[in-house]
């Protein structure tokens, strides 16, 4: 779960062009919207592409996010619960 | 004086013309389905197809089936013609111009002829990738008509807004004598880019949309063209012209709130609705119909249900969206849907909302059948990306509106070049995330001119570009070759669209002011110099912060090279005073 977490911050970074930031910077268990990182809804989407092109997820609904995307943890369980690849 | 409409020409997935596309209308008969045209491989999306392909359009359109022409320019034709044909205008030699909004331009061939390009093939189709190719090709098509080998043209390219901007700044040239004739609207073809676009931002319904329903699960897209034969009430009487209805108002506002949602509390459409009623010198009493915008996205539908209620409160007039009869045309939407307008207050009905059987929480609940019934004065809406608000009013009576001569004027501060370092100071790196180098040098420029001119909020933000975004623009139609239209990412999508420059500047500087973008080769920035003045001259702006935006890319450039067209790269800001002439 730990390399999971690490992988996916450095993905979080490359998609959403955090230039400055390292896996270090993000909380593991902070809020990714509103407060902690302060993503909106366009970063939402690319966080479903993100699980879409690297883990194999796909979301119908955009809605679904909101709970998977509360934070870096809960978006690695999801993963580690529905990755096809 | 009034701006009396005397022609119209509209075509969409409901009719080749008006006779059709009012047919359709009145039977309730939708022309979204299946996908038989555009050949994408998202056939689970239903769109609203103008069901023949562009050969069968170039022989309606009585072109040479070999011409290389764009599908918005076909589609554009065939409305414009219409319109002036209709007004049985002709010979308009002291001025006609012909103002056409579209966003996508010449995509369609761009993306059928990209693997050409590389091999130095099919190279006379890449100088009609950009927009103003297509309003080119359309007065040049005219020409026979109007007799005019060489009218006033512009392009105006506020996305989903264009046409009705169009409309605005054609009643404004008149209204300063700048035209004796305007035809105006827009003009949009599918193009599989922004059908993929729309998908990642997954607000594609999968089966016919359903404005301001409570399942709504957003909107099906559609193309056409939609246009507005404008002239001065005296000019149209003295020739014995039939007149259809009267422009009476209009406003153009930015929501600032956000590059693709809207606020919650629909503040920059309800400033568009309220500001087009003031200048009509009406109460909100005194309309009859809104043709909503209404594209059945969750997130448009209840902003603008918000907007709605605060203009109109518990006297809510008949609304309803005719999007679901079309699909959303986009950048056409304004003058498809202003044509829509006309035709209500001449044939005396409300359009039908189709598909809406259920209200929700915050929702305005919209016509569901057809209505036969006088119209007075109808609201028409179009919205688009960036926040950019329109609002029309059609009148089968019309309102005084004031003229004035057009004054030139030379600006009062001008920032032509920005180093790295100053960039940095004016805009973080926070901020610059999602930006390219040159999208971050025009935001630093802008906010500089600001600083230095005293004047934070100006009251118009215009931008004058040739090419648009064309960094963003080929990143996304790359992606979709190369990943045949799968996985794609959301962000060059938003950021590629023409108006991207001055709705950013307005989100970050909280603008509500006047915004608009003209593309234009090669004088965008004479359209935009000209828009700023006319407004002043009218007294409807006293300051106008100016963007000059292009980019190079090397994609794109690669191409340009097969061809004598380049881009000139500038990112350059400038603030224009109203009474401070040098």
């Known amino acids: ?85 | 004086m009034r701006i009396a409409i005397t022609g119209i020409g509209a075509i969409s997935a409901i009719g080749r013309n008006c006779a059709e596309t009012l047919q359709s209308i009145l039977n309730e008969q939708s022309g979204i389905g299946a996908m038989r045209v555009l050949g994408s491989v998202h056939t689970e999306l239903p769109v609203g197809e103008v069901p023949f392909s562009d050969a069968e359009l170039k022989q309606m359109a009585g072109v040479p089936v070999n011409e290389p022409m764009p599908r918005t320019a076909l589609l554009g034709l065939l409305a414009a013609r219409e319109a002036l044909q209709e007004s049985g205008i002709r010979n308009q030699e002291s001025g006609f111009a012909f103002i056409s909004g579209t966003t996508v331009g010449g995509m369609d061939l761009t993306e059928q002829h990209w693997h050409d390009y590389a091999s130095g093939q099919a190279t006379e189709c890449i100088a009609l990738h950009e927009a103003d190719a297509s309003t080119q090709a359309i007065a040049q098509h005219l020409s026979p008509i109007t007799y005019h080998l060489s009218p006033i043209t512009a392009t105006p390219s506020t996305a989903c807004s264009s046409a009705l901007n169009a409309i605005m700044l054609g009643a404004n040239m008149l209204r300063t004598g700048q035209a004796k004739a305007v035809l105006a609207g827009g003009a949009e073809s599918l193009s599989k880019f922004h059908l993929n676009g729309f998908n990642t931002l997954m607000i594609l319904d999968h089966v016919p949309c359903r404005p301001f329903d409570a399942t709504r699960a957003g909107l099906n897209l559609g193309e056409g063209a939609g246009y507005l034969l404008l002239e001065r009430e005296e000019d149209a009487l003295a020739r014995g012209a039939v007149i259809l209805g009267y422009i009476s108002g209009y406003a153009n506002t930015c929501d600032a709130y956000h590059q693709t949602a809207s606020s919650e509390n629909g503040e920059g459409a309800y400033r568009a609705m309220k500001g087009a009623l003031e200048m009509a010198g009406l109460k909100p009493s005194d309309i009859d119909y809104v043709n909503a915008h209404g594209t059945a996205t969750p997130n448009n539908d209840l902003s603008e249900s918000a907007a709605l209620t605060r203009l109109f409160g518990a006297s809510m007039p008949a609304v309803s969206s005719t999007k679901a009869f079309t699909g959303h045309t986009t950048s056409a939407s304004g003058g498809l849907e202003a044509a829509i307008c006309v035709m209500a207050l001449q044939h005396g009905f409300v359009p039908a909302n189709l598909n809406w059987t259920e209200t929700a929480e915050g929702l305005i609940q919209p016509v569901v059948h057809t209505e036969h019934r006088a119209l007075r004065h109808v609201l028409c809406n179009a919205f688009g990306f960036g926040g950019n608000e329109s609002a029309l009013v059609i009148s089968a009576s019309g309102s005084e509106l004031s003229e004035a001569d057009l004054r030139h004027r030379t600006p009062a501060v001008a920032v032509e070049t920005m180093d790295d370092e100053t960039m940095g100071r004016y805009v973080s790196g926070a901020e610059a995330r999602r930006m390219t180098l040159q999208t971050r040098r025009i935001v630093a420029a802008a906010r500089q001119v600001m600083e230095q001119s005293g004047i934070a909020q100006p009251d118009a933000i215009v931008c004058a570009t040739q090419w648009g975004c064309m960094a963003q623009s080929m990143k996304f139609l790359q992606e979709m070759i190369d990943n045949n239209e799968q996985q794609l990412k959301p962000t060059p999508f938003i950021q590629s669209t023409h108006n991207t420059i001055a709705s950013q500047i307005a989100i970050l500087t909280g603008n509500h002011g006047y915004n608009i973008t003209y593309a234009q080769r090669p004088d965008a920035l004479d359209c935009a110099l000209n828009d700023i003045e006319t407004q002043m001259s009218l007294g409807y702006i006293r300051s106008a912060l100016l963007l000059r935006f292009d980019e190079e890319v090397e994609a794109w450039d690669r191409v340009l090279a097969l061809t004598s067209e380049r881009i000139h790269p500038c990112a350059s800001a400038s603030m224009y005073i109203k009474d401070q002439q040098q």
Do not use: W
């Open chain 1, 1 to 85: 779960m730990e390399q999971l977490i690490e992988q996916l911050k450095h993905q979080i970074i490359e998609a959403l062009n955090f230039e400055d930031m390292t896996p270090a910077d993000i909380d593991t268990d902070a809020p990714l919207f509103g407060e902690g990182l302060g993503l909106d809804s366009i970063d939402a989407l690319e966080l479903i592409m993100l699980m879409d092109r690297e883990y194999g997820i796909k979301l119908a609904d955009p809605k679904a996010g909101k709970a998977i995307f509360q934070s870096v943890r809960t978006m690695a369980e999801y993963i580690q619960a529905n990755r096809t690849k």
